[in-house]
């Protein structure tokens, strides 16, 4: 009787999974193209423009497989995806062009991965988790600088912290080498505008017209859920290496993602604070603005206005950089601990951690347990750790 195969030998009869990249003319999927290329990868490019791919790769100096596609179509990207699939998806705005493509990867089992920095979307592509269980689909969404570092950032606080956690705030910094110390750098409003591209300022004006995601109690004895709040409804203080910067509330995956590993928690805060002192600023006139704005006309004239901001086709200056903060507190708000990541700028961030995530999914040995998942709770906070080491984020020591 022949003696079974080994483990070892049967890994190596399962093929690696096909990397599909939709999105990579744009100027994300661009960064996510170079750092799959720089691995040895040779993705699939999706998209509608078959001749602009063709192009790219050839500015690469590569040949590609290219897929036409419509991406607003679930029906036609369904027949594209199968279940032997990674997908990268990295056109935006995800709730206008991107709900199609990962409705169509969770339908067809595919594993998935996105750029999205819009909270309702991760909403919406949660609720997509039996689909994608019953179908063997691992997806993450928000895969980049939104939200990994902070859901990576906030469970080393939670955990460091011990079983007396019962709330986490993460915020989001700009900084800058060249000026001393980054770590002692503090942004400013001219910095949220030179370190961003055209699409996320886009997305930032867009938001104030919907409310956010929060967790925490939604009232007084009941147990923290998911809720809808505005923006800006809470500002918080972030005192590291000596340097207090404020920021204010906005949504994120970490909503999702924190719960999920660490189910004691009752409340988590992801905070924005680019905008330097003009933080409590830029809350009041969200706060003033988004009853207005909410109107269809206005939400409409908002979104049109947001795609046509000053500088809407420049490139980020790049010498920017990351900073990302949590702090977790016991059930009183007693502060138990504090963990700082830095890192490369947003873009070239996003464009190593997705590049990294697709990479390991499609691995034959990566076993991802299939629904919809946190970056933590999808990988495991060690794997984790180490992709994001890959990706150019460390964790900061306090002078």
Do not use: C
Request: aromatic share 6%; charged share 20%.
């Amino acid at each position: 009787m022949n003696e079974p195969e080994s483990t070892e030998e049967q890994v190596k009869i399962v093929p690696k999974r096909r990397i599909v990249l939709v999105g990579a003319t744009g100027y994300t999927g661009n960064k996510v193209l170079i750092e799959l290329l720089a691995k040895g990868e040779r993705p699939t490019l999706a998209g509608r423009n078959e001749s602009k791919m063709k192009t790219l790769a050839e500015s690469h100096g590569v040949d590609l497989p290219v897929a036409q596609v419509d991406v607003s179509s679930a029906d036609s990207l369904g027949r594209l995806f199968n279940g032997n699939d990674v997908v990268i998806s990295t056109v935006g705005p995800f709730m206008k062009l991107g709900l199609e493509t990962v409705t169509a990867a969770a339908h067809a089992g595919a594993h998935y991965f996105d750029s999205a920095g819009e909270a309702q979307f991760v909403r919406r592509a949660f609720e997509l988790d039996s689909i994608a269980a019953s179908r063997g689909a691992s997806i993450v969404p928000a895969f980049g600088y939104d939200y990994v570092p902070g859901n990576l950032a906030g469970a080393l606080a939670l955990n460091r912290a011990g079983a007396e956690a019962r709330h986490v705030e993460i915020g989001y910094f700009l900084t800058r080498p060249g000026h001393g110390d980054e770590l002692q750098y503090k942004s400013t409003l001219r910095d949220a505008y030179t370190l961003t591209t055209g699409g996320t300022r886009q997305t930032i004006a867009a938001s104030s017209a919907e409310n956010v995601l929060g967790y925490r109690a939604p009232r007084p004895g009941a147990p923290a859920a998911l809720i809808e709040e505005p923006a800006g409804r809470r500002v918080h203080t972030f005192d590291f290496a000596g340097v207090k910067r404020t920021a204010m509330t906005v949504g994120g995956s970490e909503h999702f993602g924190l719960p999920e590993v660490f189910p004691g928690l009752e409340s988590v805060d992801v905070n924005l604070g680019w905008f330097g002192r003009w933080t409590r600023v830029m809350r009041a006139a969200a706060a003033l603005t988004t009853p207005l704005v909410r109107l269809t006309k206005s939400e409409l004239r908002l979104a049109k206005m947001a795609e046509n901001l000053p500088g809407a086709s420049r490139e980020p200056d790049g010498d920017g950089r990351s900073l990302i903060i949590a702090v977790a507190r016991d059930h009183s708000g007693r502060k138990l601990a504090t963990t700082a990541l830095t890192g490369p700028d947003p873009y070239v961030m996003t464009g190593s951690l997705l590049a990294w995530g697709a990479i390991h999914a499609a691995s034959p040995a990566t076993g991802l347990t299939p629904g919809v998942h946190g970056p933590v709770a999808g990988f495991g906070l060690n794997t984790l750790l180490q992709g994001a080491q890959q990706a150019g984020i460390h964790e900061a020591v306090q002078p």
